[in-house]
């Protein structure tokens, strides 16, 4: 049901002026700039285009939405309309001041709108860059990193769990388990930061680290216990395996989880905002898998599944201490 939540995540960034907790005197000034000036006076977005299509360029710019005011640059200082544009190895350059704040989601799609409008002058070779591009561009990144980079971490995960536990469906119900626990830990960070703490949102690089520390802790968890596990279940079957090895790792397991959980939650008292978010929801995570996947679900699937968690490998085929001692106790009986 929590992981249910994740979805209502506001990962899509947030401004500077979002990104402390308190209000620091650079957002207080900054606020006051916004409102008295568009938001992007400061911060203007540069275009680069060819000397003959300047002009069509400067017009195809103030042509777009969210676009306050376009000036060619004509040299340091305060920008003159009625100079001439500086011109360098046959390129010009305009700022473009955006309606929005520089570091906006607004400016952002200001930004692609321009970008569409100026590429599509023939003959320019528009090039639009500054604070709000450069951001655009890092979220796109981020967003390409993070669907990229989670699928190729829980393949090699799997990997190396079948190698380790010499099976597949074991592995198989580690990494679900590890996945769950991450998007119940998300949807627990979106009820807090949006109804709690009432956070504008987060970046768009917290879902990845937030997934790369809680699978790294998480995977570390399900190896001490399953390792243990394995090795109990030779010699005593496998529902007896997990119960002892359940026995034997919960004391260290929810020791590590408790310390490494106080450990993060103490980035939750820095005044940025992202760091705050990060190790709130490593601590959270951290101990939903402490105290309900790796002490609860796990041993609760792998023992409903039973000798099948380990197929494919001889220790899913081979004869059960537990069931040969059932079978003997059946037989004395009936005889």
């Given at each position: 049901m929590l992981a249910g939540f994740a979805s209502t995540l506001k990962a899509d960034g947030i401004t500077t002026t979002q990104a402390f907790v308190n209000r620091t005197d650079s957002v207080v000034g900054q606020e006051q700039l916004a409102a008295h000036f568009p938001g992007g006076l400061?911060?203007?977005?540069?275009?680069?285009?060819?000397?003959?299509?300047?002009?069509?360029?400067?017009?195809?710019?103030?042509?777009?939405?969210?676009?306050?005011?376009?000036?060619?640059?004509?040299?340091?200082g305060r920008p003159d309309p009625a100079a001439k544009p500086v011109i360098v190895d046959g390129r010009g350059l305009l700022q473009v001041t955006l309606e929005a704040a520089a570091d906006s989601p607004a400016a952002g799609d200001t930004v692609m709108a321009l970008r569409d409008n100026v590429h599509a002058v023939s003959g320019a070779d528009a090039l639009v860059g500054g604070q709000t591009a450069s951001q655009v561009d890092v979220n796109e990144a981020s967003r390409h990193d993070r669907n990229l980079i989670i699928p190729i971490v829980l393949a090699v995960i799997f990997l190396i769990l079948i190698l380790l536990l010499r099976a597949v469906v074991a592995p198989v119900l580690l990494i679900v388990t590890v996945v769950l626990s991450y998007f119940a830990t998300l949807g627990v960070c979106a009820l807090l930061f949006n109804h709690v703490f009432g956070f504008a949102g987060a970046d768009t690089s917290f879902p990845l680290f937030a997934f790369v520390f809680l699978v790294a802790l998480g995977v570390d968890y399900n190896i001490f216990l399953m390792t243990r596990v394995r090795e109990e279940s030779k010699k005593e079957g496998t529902h007896a395996g997990i119960l002892k090895g359940l026995t034997a790792t919960g004391g260290v397991i929810t020791s590590a989880g408790i310390v490494l959980a106080a450990t993060f939650l103490v980035l939750g008292v820095l005044p940025l905002v992202f760091l705050r978010e990060l190790g709130i929801a490593v601590a959270i995570g951290v101990l939903l898998d402490t105290f309900i996947v790796r002490s609860?679900?796990?041993?609760?699937?792998a023992y409903d599944i039973g000798q099948r968690i380990w197929w494919p490998s001889a220790l899913a085929r081979e004869p059960q201490p537990e069931l040969a001692a059932q079978e003997s106790e059946t037989a004395d009986a009936g005889t």
């Amino acid at each position: 049901m929590l992981a249910g939540f994740a979805s209502t995540l506001k990962a899509d960034g947030i401004t500077t002026t979002q990104a402390f907790v308190n209000r620091t005197d650079s957002v207080v000034g900054q606020e006051q700039l916004a409102a008295h000036f568009p938001g992007g006076l400061g911060t203007p977005t540069i275009v680069i285009s060819n000397e003959a299509q300047l002009a069509e360029v400067a017009a195809a710019a103030k042509a777009t939405p969210g676009v306050a005011s376009v000036l060619p640059y004509t040299g340091p200082g305060r920008p003159d309309p009625a100079a001439k544009p500086v011109i360098v190895d046959g390129r010009g350059l305009l700022q473009v001041t955006l309606e929005a704040a520089a570091d906006s989601p607004a400016a952002g799609d200001t930004v692609m709108a321009l970008r569409d409008n100026v590429h599509a002058v023939s003959g320019a070779d528009a090039l639009v860059g500054g604070q709000t591009a450069s951001q655009v561009d890092v979220n796109e990144a981020s967003r390409h990193d993070r669907n990229l980079i989670i699928p190729i971490v829980l393949a090699v995960i799997f990997l190396i769990l079948i190698l380790l536990l010499r099976a597949v469906v074991a592995p198989v119900l580690l990494i679900v388990t590890v996945v769950l626990s991450y998007f119940a830990t998300l949807g627990v960070c979106a009820l807090l930061f949006n109804h709690v703490f009432g956070f504008a949102g987060a970046d768009t690089s917290f879902p990845l680290f937030a997934f790369v520390f809680l699978v790294a802790l998480g995977v570390d968890y399900n190896i001490f216990l399953m390792t243990r596990v394995r090795e109990e279940s030779k010699k005593e079957g496998t529902h007896a395996g997990i119960l002892k090895g359940l026995t034997a790792t919960g004391g260290v397991i929810t020791s590590a989880g408790i310390v490494l959980a106080a450990t993060f939650l103490v980035l939750g008292v820095l005044p940025l905002v992202f760091l705050r978010e990060l190790g709130i929801a490593v601590a959270i995570g951290v101990l939903l898998d402490t105290f309900i996947v790796r002490s609860a679900l796990v041993p609760a699937l792998a023992y409903d599944i039973g000798q099948r968690i380990w197929w494919p490998s001889a220790l899913a085929r081979e004869p059960q201490p537990e069931l040969a001692a059932q079978e003997s106790e059946t037989a004395d009986a009936g005889t």
